[in-house]
């Protein structure tokens, strides 16, 4: 299997900044495999959307939302990916789920990290 471990989440006022990171590993974890590795969130009521994801060329790509604010980035040698979230608004208030997707369509979720921003 592959175990996604985000990290980073909590409470932050808007305007501020938190870094959310996701580490991968497990029997089934393959860096070679890997189309894409991102972020989604998901409020009550709705859709699970795409926030971030960067492929295996390191092309990135964002959410409209999110452009300007957010940065993704990956370390290799950890096989880890953050999230950089800065300027923060009440409307980013969601849980994200790390994700990975392998060439092969095989998709893994983390259980969700909660970010919750204060106006």
Known sequence: QVQLAESGGG??????????SCAASGSFFNIISINTMGWYRQTPGKERELVASIARSGSTNYADSVKG???ISRDNAKNTVHLQMNSLKPEDTAVYY???HYLNGMDYWGKGTLVTVSS
């Open 11 to 20: 409470l932050v006022q808007a305007g501020g900044s938190l870094r959310l």
């Open 98 to 100: 790390c994700n990975l």
């Open 69 to 71: 604010r957010f940065t």
